[in-house]
C-alpha cells in the first residue's frame, strides 16, 4: 500500500536547497545556513510538521536538529550568530522555548523574538553570566538566587500555592507554582535549573572516557540510556563500529533499566492514589531486576557498564541462565499485579481521565516515551531511525490515545511486557562469546584510536530510553578530547505537558500527574 | 489482591537481616554525636532527605530502603516530609549553585539537635561534578556534616549501614 502524504516536504532537499551540507557530520546530515536562510528555514518550519528534536549552543553558532516524522528524515541545521543572536523558532515550535532559554543563559546567544525572553537555567547564582559563552562575564554574589518574575495571574478568587525546591517525598529539586480556584489548578508554572551542574562546561575538553563517566550521570535512571546515546555519537563521530556482541549486551543492559523504571513508576503512581499494596508489591520485582544487573554487570544500575566502542564488562557464566529466570519470574508475578490494579474501582477513579493530553499537545512538542504513546505519538527511537539489533529483533509499541494517567500506567505494562520478550530474544540469540587465540575471552570492546592517531568528526544519536527519545550530539577534537557535547533530555519536551496535564484537575491530583510523568530533573537541568 | 495478602501472612516476611553497621562510618562519626543525642532522642529518628544536585541515582537507592526488602521502618528510621519533624538531613549531590540556599534554608528548619549525612560521591566531596561553576563542591561547602556514606550511589545495604552506625551512637 502507497500513502500519500500531503503536505510535508523533505526535510534533506529543502535543507540543502537553504544552505550548505557540512562535511564529517554523521550519521544524519548538518547544513550550514546564514541568517537569511534560518529565517527562511523557520517559515518552513511553520509549513511543515517537523518534529524539533533539539536545539543547543556553541559560543559562536546554534544548532538544531529535526525529523520529518512521516519519512523519519533526521537533520541538523546550524547558523553562526556572527551579531550574537539568532531568530528563534518559540512562535512556530513552542517546545524551543525553554531550549533558547538555556542557550540564551548558557552561550548568550540572544534568540530574537524569543516568547519568553526570562532566564530558565540561570538562577543568578553562578557568580557568572552565559559561563559557556565567548566572553564570561562576573555577575551577581555566588550562591544568592535573583528573584524571578512569575507570570502574572489575574482573576476572582485565585489563590497561588508556591512548592519547593524541595519537595516532601524522595524526588529531585524544582519549584511549582500552583493558580488554584478553590480545589481546581487554573495554572501550573514549573520552575527548573535547581540541579544544574555544568554538566556540558565539564565535558568540554575532556578525553571521551572521562566525558563517559558525566554521560552515565546526566539522569541516573537512564545512565544506560544515556551512556549509549553518548557512545553511539562518539562512535558515529569516528566511524567506529562497536563489536556485534557489545551491540546486543548494550540493548539487554538499556531493556532491564526500561523494566526497572517501569515497574517502580507503575508502584508510585498507584502510591500516589494512596494504594500503597502495589507500590510494595512492585517494589519487590524493581529489586529483582536490580539484583540481577548488579550480579550480570557488577552494577545495581549498570553505572558506566555501556562505553564508546562497546561494553566494560561481560555476562558471567550463569549470566544467561540468571536472566531467563528473572525473566520467567517476572512473567509470573507481575500480570496478577496487572489484575489488581485493573480490578480496583477506587484506583481506578482516580487514574481514569485525570491529567489528560490532547494528541495535538503531544505532536507538537514533539513529546516521546509513555507521555506521547499514551497520547496516540507512537515515535519510537529504537524503530524509526532504530539502531542495531533492534532491527534484528520483534517488539511492538503501544500506543493508546486516551492520554491519561491511567492511559501513561499502561503504555508501561505493555512495555514491560515487550521489554521481557526483548530480554528473552537477546539472551538466546546473542552472538557467543568471542576467543582469542590463547583462549582468553577479550570484552567486547573496541579501542578508541588514541593521541595523534584520533580525528576529529561530529556524531549524533537517537536512543530510546525509559522516558523516551535521547539525543545526544557531539564535536570531537582532534587527539580524542570532546570539543562540544549535548544531550538532550526526552524530559524537555513532556515538562511543558505536564503544565498542560494538570489544568482543570485538582491540587491533590498533582502528585498522581507528576508521577505518572516522572520527567527527570537532572536529565532537563544538565 | 486477598490471595497474595494472604501467602505473604503464610510465606513469612521478605525482608533480609540487618546489616553489621558499617565500622569506617562509626569511627567517623565519633564521639561528638553520642554526647549530644543520648540523653535527647530515644531510637527513632526522623530523617529528611535533600536532593541538592544529585543525579537521582543516590534517590533510587534510597528509595530501595523503604521497600519491604530492606524495610527501613524495622530500625525506628523513617523518612519525614518536612526538615521540622526531622533529626536528621540525607543529602545528595554535589550540592549546586541553584541549590544552595535552598539546602542553607533547610538545615535551618531542622531543629536542634541535628546531624547530616552525605550520601554519595557527589555530597562527599563533589564527586566527578566538581570544579564546575555551577556546584559548590560537596555537603560540607554549605553545611556542617556529620557522616559521610561513599558510593556511586551506596547500595541500600550501605546506606542502611550507615544509617544505624548514626543511629546507634545517636540513641546511645
Known amino acids: 500500500m502507497v500513502m500519500v502524504f500531503s503536505g510535508d516536504q523533505p526535510l534533506h532537499r529543502v535543507l540543502a536547497g537553504l544552505g550548505e551540507r557540512v562535511e564529517g557530520h554523521r550519521p544524519f546530515p548538518r547544513f550550514r545556513l546564514h541568517r537569511a536562510d534560518w529565517r527562511s528555514m523557520v517559515d518552513e518550519l511553520s509549513a511543515n510538521r517537523w518534529t524539533l528534536l533539539g536545539l543547543w549552543g556553541e559560543p559562536r553558532t546554534v544548532h538544531v536538529a529535526l525529523r520529518a516524522d512521516m519519512t523519519g528524515e533526521v537533520a541538523v541545521a546550524s547558523m553562526d550568530c556572527t551579531t550574537g543572536g539568532f531568530p528563534s523558532l518559540s512562535t512556530v515550535r513552542p517546545s524551543a522555548i525553554r531550549l533558547e532559554r538555556a542557550v540564551q543563559d548558557l552561550y548568550g546567544l540572544v534568540a530574537e523574538g524569543l516568547t519568553d525572553p526570562r532566564p530558565w537555567l540561570d538562577h543568578g547564582t553562578w557568580g557568572t553570566a552565559r559561563p559557556l559563552g565567548t566572553a564570561p562575564e562576573p555577575r551577581g554574589t555566588a550562591g544568592q538566587p535573583e528573584p524571578y518574575p512569575v507570570l502574572p495571574v489575574e482573576g476572582h478568587g485565585l489563590h497561588q500555592i508556591p512548592v519547593g525546591p524541595v519537595h516532601a517525598g524522595i524526588i529531585e529539586p524544582g519549584h511549582f507554582r500552583f493558580t488554584a480556584n478553590g480545589e481546581t489548578v487554573v495554572r501550573l508554572e514549573e520552575r527548573l535549573g535547581y540541579v544544574h551542574k555544568g554538566i556540558e562546561g565539564l565535558m568540554a575538553g575532556r578525553p571521551v572516557a572521562e566525558a563517559a563517566r558525566l554521560a552515565a550521570r546526566i539522569s541516573g535512571d537512564s545512565t544506560v540510556a544515556h551512556s549509549l546515546a553518548f557512545a553511539r555519537a562518539v562512535e558515529a563521530a569516528l566511524g567506529l563500529e562497536p563489536p556485534p556482541r557489545a551491540v546486543w549486551l548494550r540493548?539487554?543492559?538499556a531493556e532491564l533499566e526500561r523494566i526497572a523504571n517501569h515497574l517502580g513508576d507503575i508502584g508510585a503512581i498507584a502510591n500516589d492514589a494512596a494504594f500503597a499494596f502495589l507500590l510494595a508489591e512492585l517494589s519487590q520485582l524493581r529489586e529483582r531486576v536490580l539484583r540481577t544487573a548488579d550480579a550480570c554487570f557488577g552494577h545495581r544500575l549498570m553505572m558506566d557498564r555501556v562505553v564508546p566502542g562497546g561494553v566494560a564488562v561481560d555476562l558471567p557464566e550463569d549470566g544467561a541462565r540468571r536472566l531467563l529466570a528473572l525473566v520467567d519470574e517476572l512473567r509470573r508475578r507481575f500480570p496478577p499485579l496487572v489484575r489488581v490494579y485493573d480490578g480496583k474501582a477506587s484506583l481506578q477513579d482516580r487514574t481514569v481521565s485525570t491529567g489528560q493530553v490532547a494528541m495535538g499537545l503531544a505532536n507538537r512538542f514533539g513529546a516521546g516515551g509513555f507521555v506521547g504513546r499514551a497520547s496516540g505519538r507512537g515515535q519510537d527511537a529504537r524503530r524509526s531511525p532504530s539502531y542495531p539489533p533492534y532491527d534484528d529483533l520483534e517488539f511492538e509499541i503501544p500506543v493508546t490515545t486516551e492520554g491519561d494517567v491511567n492511559a501513561r500506567v499502561w503504555i508501561r505494562i505493555r512495555e514491560v511486557e515487550q521489554s521481557l520478550s526483548l530480554v528473552e530474544q537477546i539472551v538466546k540469540r546473542m552472538p557467543g562469546v568471542p576467543r582469542s587465540q590463547d583462549g582468553s575471552t577479550p570484552l567486547p570492546l573496541a579501542p578508541l584510536p588514541q593521541g595523534s592517531d584520533a580525528g576529529a568528526g561530529e556524531g549524533m544519536a537517537l536512543v530510546e530510553g525509559f522516558r523516551g527519545e535521547i539525543l545526544t550530539w557531539v564535536r570531537l577534537e582532534p587527539g580524542g578530547t570532546v570539543g562540544r557535547c549535548h544531550p538532550r533530555d526526552p524530559s524537555w519536551f513532556q515538562w511543558p505537558l505536564l503544565e498542560a496535564a494538570i489544568e482543570g484537575n485538582i491540587v491533590a491530583d498533582f502528585p498522581l500527574c507528576n508521577k505518572s510523568f516522572n520527567c527527570s530533573y537532572s536529565g532537563h537541568d544538565l | 489482591m486477598f490471595r497474595h495478602?494472604?501467602?505473604?501472612?503464610?510465606?513469612?516476611?521478605?525482608?533480609?537481616?540487618?546489616?553489621?553497621?558499617?565500622?569506617?562510618?562509626?569511627?567517623?562519626?565519633?564521639?561528638?554525636?553520642?554526647?549530644?543525642?543520648?540523653?535527647?532522642?530515644?531510637?527513632?529518628?526522623?530523617?529528611?532527605?535533600?536532593?541538592?544536585?544529585?543525579?537521582?541515582?543516590?534517590?533510587?537507592?534510597?528509595?530501595?530502603?523503604?521497600?519491604?526488602?530492606?524495610?527501613?521502618?524495622?530500625?525506628?528510621?523513617?523518612?519525614?516530609?518536612?526538615?521540622?519533624?526531622?533529626?536528621?538531613?540525607?543529602?545528595?549531590?554535589?550540592?549546586?549553585?541553584?541549590?544552595?540556599?535552598?539546602?542553607?534554608?533547610?538545615?535551618?528548619?531542622?531543629?536542634?539537635?541535628?546531624?547530616?549525612?552525605?550520601?554519595?560521591?557527589?555530597?562527599?566531596?563533589?564527586?566527578?561534578f566538581a570544579g564546575s561553576y555551577a556546584v559548590t563542591g560537596g555537603v560540607d561547602a554549605v553545611i556542617p556534616v556529620d557522616l559521610r556514606i561513599p558510593g556511586c550511589p551506596p547500595r541500600p545495604v550501605e546506606l542502611l549501614e550507615g544509617l544505624l552506625a548514626l543511629l546507634e551512637v545517636s540513641g546511645g
Open chain 1, 251 to 253: 540493548a539487554l543492559m
Open chain 2, 5 to 128: 495478602i494472604l501467602g505473604h501472612l503464610t510465606e513469612g516476611p521478605v525482608t533480609e537481616p540487618a546489616p553489621e553497621p558499617g565500622i569506617d562510618a562509626l569511627a567517623e562519626l565519633g564521639l561528638r554525636v553520642r554526647a549530644a543525642a543520648q540523653a535527647r532522642l530515644g531510637r527513632s529518628l526522623s530523617i529528611r532527605e535533600v536532593d541538592a544536585g544529585s543525579c537521582n541515582g543516590c534517590e533510587l537507592e534510597i528509595h530501595a530502603l523503604n521497600n519491604p526488602i530492606y524495610d527501613l521502618d524495622r530500625f525506628g528510621l523513617r523518612f519525614v516530609a518536612s526538615p521540622r519533624h526531622a533529626d536528621v538531613l540525607l543529602v545528595t549531590g554535589p550540592v549546586t549553585r541553584n541549590m544552595e540556599e535552598a539546602l542553607r534554608r533547610t538545615w535551618d528548619a531542622t531543629p536542634e539537635p541535628k546531624w547530616v549525612i552525605a550520601a554519595g560521591a557527589c555530597a562527599i566531596d563533589g564527586g566527578i
